[in-house]
């Protein structure tokens, strides 16, 4: 039977302590901001940050009906990688569009920009910094993402 020298002890505890502090995960900056078209709000558009530098998982969000979005990175961390990302932003089919009307209680579309392009995906060049990022997407300036 071997047994562990006690000098060999106050090490393992150390090493053990270092790699639990480990354990926050990546560093992340949060993302917040709004898609808009002519100034109007995109309402359920599909926002990915996908890290290029460095390489990593990507964040993501659907925009509230007032065009706004928050990025998570997991189911409890909100936030993408720091870093340089490819963003594609993805709109909805119009069909999919649906807010309740606070005076009737009926789901209705609501008014969209014109020109709205439904299921139009584009993509960005961001660079996701720590801390606070707020990054507005207009439709107006992104590039149509390759493959569709």
Known sequence: MRFL?????????????F????????????????????????????????PI???????????????????????????ALVGKHKVTVRTAAVDEIQVEDKTTGLMVTPELPDGYQPKLSLEYNREVKPGANEIVFDLAEGAPASGG
Do not use: H, M
Request: with cysteine; charged share 20%.
């Open 53 to 79: 530098d460095p390489p990593g998982t990507y964040g993501a969000a659907y925009t509230q009906a007032d065009g706004t979005y928050n990025i998570r990175f997991t189911e409890d961390k909100d936030g």
């Open 19 to 50: 790699f639990v502090g480990c354990s926050d995960g990546p560093e992340l900056g949060v993302v917040t901001g709004k898609v808009i078209q002519q100034g109007k709000p995109i309402p359920f558009a599909y926002v990915e940050f996908q």
């Open 5 to 17: 020298r006690s000098s060999s002890i106050p090490w393992t505890l150390a090493l053990s302590g």
